[in-house]
Protein backbone atom coordinates (compact mmCIF):
# COMPACT_ATOMS: atom_id res chain seq x y z
CA UNK A 1 0.00 0.00 0.00
CA UNK A 2 1.20 3.77 -0.42
CA UNK A 3 0.26 6.74 1.69
CA UNK A 4 -0.02 10.16 0.08
CA UNK A 5 -0.01 13.40 2.52
CA UNK A 6 -0.31 16.90 1.09
CA UNK A 7 0.56 19.31 2.54
CA UNK A 8 0.46 23.87 1.60
CA UNK A 9 -2.80 24.85 0.32
CA UNK A 10 -4.35 27.94 1.90
CA UNK A 11 -5.67 31.66 0.77
CA UNK A 12 -3.89 33.54 -1.17
CA UNK A 13 -3.68 37.16 -3.40
CA UNK A 14 -3.92 37.08 -7.30
CA UNK A 15 -0.48 37.30 -8.00
CA UNK A 16 0.90 35.43 -5.37
CA UNK A 17 2.80 32.06 -5.03
CA UNK A 18 1.89 28.78 -2.23
CA UNK A 19 3.99 25.60 -2.72
CA UNK A 20 2.12 22.23 -2.20
CA UNK A 21 3.93 18.98 -1.06
CA UNK A 22 3.20 15.47 -1.39
CA UNK A 23 5.03 12.78 0.98
CA UNK A 24 4.26 9.43 -0.38
CA UNK A 25 4.94 6.36 2.07
CA UNK A 26 4.79 2.76 1.69
CA UNK A 27 5.44 0.53 -0.92
CA UNK A 28 7.10 3.44 -2.69
CA UNK A 29 8.76 0.99 -4.92
CA UNK A 30 5.33 0.42 -6.91
CA UNK A 31 4.88 3.47 -7.91
CA UNK A 32 5.34 5.41 -11.24
CA UNK A 33 4.38 8.77 -12.41
CA UNK A 34 3.01 11.15 -9.48
CA UNK A 35 0.87 14.65 -10.26
CA UNK A 36 -1.30 16.65 -8.94
CA UNK A 37 -5.14 17.49 -10.13
CA UNK A 38 -7.49 19.81 -9.18
CA UNK A 39 -10.92 19.59 -9.03
CA UNK A 40 -13.11 23.46 -8.81
CA UNK A 41 -16.81 23.38 -7.58
CA UNK A 42 -18.61 22.24 -10.28
CA UNK A 43 -16.41 20.97 -12.92
CA UNK A 44 -14.67 17.65 -13.30
CA UNK A 45 -11.22 17.11 -11.60
CA UNK A 46 -8.48 17.72 -14.32
CA UNK A 47 -5.13 16.83 -14.48
CA UNK A 48 -2.65 20.06 -13.54
CA UNK A 49 1.01 18.71 -14.01
CA UNK A 50 2.74 15.17 -13.38
CA UNK A 51 6.02 13.78 -13.30
CA UNK A 52 8.17 10.35 -13.76
CA UNK A 53 10.67 8.82 -11.38
CA UNK A 54 13.20 9.56 -14.54
CA UNK A 55 11.91 13.60 -14.03
CA UNK A 56 10.14 14.01 -17.32
CA UNK A 57 7.35 16.59 -17.04
CA UNK A 58 4.07 17.65 -18.17
CA UNK A 59 1.43 20.69 -17.92
CA UNK A 60 -1.86 21.65 -18.76
CA UNK A 61 -1.71 24.07 -20.89
CA UNK A 62 -3.55 26.32 -18.25
CA UNK A 63 -0.59 26.51 -15.74
CA UNK A 64 2.22 26.36 -18.45
CA UNK A 65 5.02 28.82 -17.21
CA UNK A 66 2.95 29.60 -13.54
CA UNK A 67 3.68 26.17 -12.04
CA UNK A 68 6.40 23.96 -11.55
CA UNK A 69 6.76 20.47 -10.18
CA UNK A 70 9.60 18.65 -8.96
CA UNK A 71 10.11 15.44 -6.99
CA UNK A 72 12.17 14.10 -4.57
CA UNK A 73 13.19 10.23 -4.91
CA UNK A 74 14.20 9.80 -1.28
CA UNK A 75 14.69 6.00 -0.39
CA UNK A 76 11.98 5.95 2.27
CA UNK A 77 9.51 8.37 0.77
CA UNK A 78 8.62 10.24 -2.48
CA UNK A 79 8.73 13.94 -1.75
CA UNK A 80 6.65 15.66 -5.19
CA UNK A 81 5.79 19.74 -5.00
CA UNK A 82 4.31 21.78 -6.96
CA UNK A 83 5.74 25.41 -6.74
CA UNK A 84 2.84 28.28 -8.09
CA UNK A 85 3.39 31.58 -9.30
CA UNK A 86 1.24 34.18 -10.44
CA UNK A 87 -2.06 32.47 -9.05
CA UNK A 88 -5.18 33.46 -10.59
CA UNK A 89 -8.52 33.41 -9.35
CA UNK A 90 -9.12 30.32 -12.11
CA UNK A 91 -6.23 28.52 -9.85
CA UNK A 92 -9.00 28.16 -7.22
CA UNK A 93 -9.82 24.54 -6.38
CA UNK A 94 -9.20 20.88 -4.07
CA UNK A 95 -5.69 19.93 -5.30
CA UNK A 96 -5.39 16.43 -5.23
CA UNK A 97 -1.97 14.32 -5.06
CA UNK A 98 -1.93 11.29 -7.18
CA UNK A 99 0.66 8.10 -7.64
CA UNK A 100 0.48 5.89 -10.85
CA UNK A 101 0.75 2.11 -9.61
CA UNK A 102 3.23 0.01 -11.73
CA UNK A 103 1.42 -3.13 -9.97
CA UNK A 104 -1.91 -2.53 -10.92
CA UNK A 105 -2.49 -1.06 -14.08
CA UNK A 106 -4.52 1.81 -14.21
CA UNK A 107 -4.50 1.98 -10.95
CA UNK A 108 -4.05 5.05 -9.03
CA UNK A 109 -3.53 5.87 -5.43
CA UNK A 110 -4.77 9.26 -4.05
CA UNK A 111 -4.41 11.91 -0.96
CA UNK A 112 -7.19 13.72 0.99
CA UNK A 113 -6.78 16.70 -1.37
CA UNK A 114 -5.91 20.29 0.02
CA UNK A 115 -8.04 23.61 -0.26
CA UNK A 116 -6.26 25.91 -2.56
CA UNK A 117 -8.40 29.52 -2.96
CA UNK A 118 -7.16 32.55 -4.89
CA UNK A 119 -9.08 35.57 -3.71
CA UNK A 120 -8.64 39.17 -2.71
Known amino acids: QVQLVESGGGLVQPGGSLRLDCAASGSIFSIGAMGWYRQAPGKQRELVAD?????????VESVKGRFTISRDNAKITNTVYLQMNSLKPEDTAVYYC????????????WGQGTQVTVSS
Open 98 to 109: AAESLVRRGYKY
Open 51 to 59: ITSGGNTNY
